[in-house]
């Protein structure tokens, strides 16, 4: 329906799949991305999904209210950021417990949301333009797979690229690094430890409200109560078995998005493979692919910050 | 994929406070019902009409019965534990409003022989359970007949939560009552495997409509199937609630589940000390199964054969499964002018003669 004339494979439109697959993935790439970040700076915030349902209202209210999708992306961004320097406040000031904090945020921004989201159940979201790439969009097979999304598809992938950069090759990444391996050292060399995490925990923090404003604005597109259902909990695994390295966490969130998509298709098309088997695909196929990956170069199971999940108080 | 709002679980920690007066029970002490959901009551589909019913059976008696929900529920281990928590908490009448609670029921209603559960779309009864249902499918004959009747690319898509009877029915009766009015339509189904992900419903009806579906049914409990066939520009069915907001397009027409008579009648029954397991089963004729507005998206004369039908239903002058009807592999199912039992029909596991899509087994 209006797709194109795509290439077809075995009835399925490639071109209309690819497509699909890159808006499925990216509420998760963005999520894992932001919080690969908060990890590689010793952080575990396990308030992902919590964060990404907050951006979700956050994005959703702040788009209806001023009919503007990009204050609605600006608003979840921020929204999913205020949680992260909550969880930045309790853990990093008063030394709470990483993983009892997270789970409590998850749990907090679920019932948060619920409230604030009453009064836009129903509510339609202004729609939020794909960009005009010009000619590029009319490119036969290319232009409707990678130039005719929405502007959030592409800042995605350029954050990808830019986060690689960041890590590998920048002084503040490599700071960002120290503070998430040993956050003594760190601090012995005079970097402020604290404030470097809060940084990264509000970054992480607006990216998973990025996503989660993705969600309720262009994928769905509506406000529904609980409707994350499980992406930050995705987003977090993403993160774990691509080892804390970022072209392996887009790899695994095009995966699982990818996947996701084409068992969906597959059973629109009839094709006869059981579907409880295409069911459990994305999650099975995205978790042996990055194990492999990252058992290949073996050095995966040691791939976490040393200092992911500890307490880091200057007195010692 | 599941979570749980443990916001709404302070309605349990209310109730498990006033446990502890429990001793001083007075003889005049309100009647405690309790609803467990399976997703959330925002949903604006399944959970939402059963607190439709909860709130129903609060105004019909004030005082005298005082009424908690815990949603969002998974179907598994939690439920028995939510159960538990319920009966503990002093609840006498527990209505668990999922398909899959089923085990759950029958195990907590084996420990507590004094309350006394009723068990949503299931078949396992006991002296203290008992299950009702509403005849879904008698709705989905009516919003066959006008998907049929609106399809230009005679593709209908269908998108089922689990390969469970209640959704076999209503796939068989939406697609029977299509293909009468439209033979030269076809069934896409597509399992999401889940009753309520409003990404992956989203997804399911983005790749239904990726394969020229123009006509979009749900049997799923959110609102997201409209938002995507709104942006397509295709016709839907609101599913369990009216989903009005989607009026008078992509929303054509609707099933609306009204359990809030089954719940007073219910609940009139434990005051009134007549409670019984049974086995209760309405449809249209009862005013358990609505046919929500059909809008002016639809020709007058389709709307008026539609409504023909749902009146023939209504009044019991005609059943969606009459035969001749085959199975999907050809060997024959109902002999001409015979109607499926309600045995046959609780138990349904296969699709009729005609619907392409494979059934998971």
């Known amino acids: ?316 | 994929m599941n979570r749980r709002s443990f916001l709404t679980t302070t309605a349990i920690a209310a109730t498990a406070l006033s446990l502890g007066l429990g001793g001083a029970a007075l003889a005049q002490e309100p009647l405690k019902v309790a609803f467990m959901y399976v997703g959330p009551v925002g949903d604006m589909g399944w959970s939402f009409q059963h607190d439709q019913g909860r709130q129903a059976v609060d105004a019909a008696y004030g005082g005298k019965v005082v009424t908690s929900y815990v949603e969002n529920v998974p179907e598994g281990p939690d439920a028995e534990r939510v159960l538990t928590q319920m009966a503990l908490a002093g609840n006498k009448l527990i209505f668990a409003t999922s398909f899959g609670y089923m085990d759950a029921v029958m195990n907590v209603a084996a420990k507590f022989p004094d309350v006394r559960f009723e068990h949503a779309t299931g078949y396992k009864r006991a002296d203290n359970v008992a299950t009702y249902d509403a005849r879904f499918y008698e709705g989905r004959a009516v919003i066959g007949t006008i998907a049929g009747r609106m399809t230009k690319t005679n593709k209908i898509g269908y998108i089922g939560s689990f390969p469970i009877p209640e959704v076999v029915q209503g796939i068989n009766s939406a697609f029977i009552h299509a293909r009468k009015v439209n033979p030269a339509v076809e069934m896409k189904v597509v399992w999401a495997y889940t009753w309520f992900d409003p990404a992956k419903e989203a997804d399911a009806a983005a790749a239904l409509i990726a394969e020229g579906v123009d006509v979009l049914m749900q049997h799923t409990d959110s609102t997201a199937p409209q938002a995507k066939a709104q942006e397509a520009g295709i016709y839907t069915f609101g599913q369990a609630s009216d989903m009005s907001a989607f009026a008078p397009a992509p929303r054509i027409s609707s099933i609306i589940d009204n359990w809030g008579p089954y719940y007073v009648a219910r609940v009139g029954a434990m005051l009134d000390g007549s409670w019984a397991s049974t086995g209760s089963w309405e449809g249209i004729g009862a005013g358990a199964v609505g046919i929500g507005e059909i809008s002016s998206a639809v020709p007058a004369e389709v709307k008026a054969e539609a409504e023909a039908l749902a009146a023939a239903i209504g009044a019991g002058t005609y059943h969606p499964f009459t035969g001749p009807l085959n199975k999907q592999d050809g060997s024959p199912w109902l002999a001409a002018g015979e109607v499926a039992d309600d045995g046959a029909l609780s138990g349904l596991n296969f699709f009729v003669e005609g619907i392409t899509a494979q059934m998971p087994q």
């Open chain 1, 1 to 316: 329906m209006g797709m194109g004339a795509g290439m077809m494979l075995g009835g399925i439109d490639l071109v209309a799949l690819a497509a699909m697959l890159m808006v499925a993935s990216t509420p998760i790439l963005l999520a894992a991305t932001g919080e690969l970040i908060a990890e590689k700076a010793g952080v575990l915030n396990l308030g992902v999904e919590g964060m990404m349902i907050m951006g979700a209202i956050g994005g959703f209210a702040g788009a209806v209210l001023t009919g503007s999708p990009a204050v609605g992306f600006v608003a979840g961004a921020i929204s999913g950021a205020l949680m992260a320097l909550l969880f930045g406040f309790l853990t990093q000031v008063l030394l709470s417990n990483q993983v009892a904090t997270g789970l409590a945020l998850t749990l907090f921004g679920l019932g948060l949301s619920a409230l604030i989201g009453k009064g836009f159940e129903g509510v339609r979201p202004p729609a939020t333009g794909k960009l005009d790439l010009g000619a590029l969009g009319d490119l036969p097979v290319l232009g409707p797979i990678l130039f005719r999304h929405d502007w959030v598809v592409y800042f995605s992938l350029g954050l990808v690229v830019a986060v690689w950069l960041f890590l590998h090759l920048s002084r503040s990444g490599l700071i960002l690094r120290a503070v998430g391996e040993n956050h003594e050292a760190a601090h012995a060399l005079g970097y402020r430890v604290v404030a470097v995490r809060m940084g990264a925990l509000a970054f992480g923090g607006a990216l998973a409200g990025l996503g989660g404003a993705y969600l309720s604005l262009v994928r769905v597109p509506q406000w529904t109560e609980g409707m994350t259902t499980g992406a930050g909990w995705i987003a977090l695994a993403i993160v774990v078995f691509g080892s804390w390295r970022v072209e392996r966490v887009l790899l695994g969130a095009y995966l699982f998005g990818g996947v996701t998509v084409l068992q969906l298709r597959l059973q629109a098309a009839g094709y006869a493979i059981p579907v409880q088997l295409l069911s459990m695909a994305p999650y099975v196929i995205t978790i042996v692919a990055l194990v492999i990956i990252s058992a290949r170069h073996r050095h995966g199971a040691q791939a976490a910050p040393a200092a992911l999940g500890r307490i880091f108080h200057a007195s010692r």
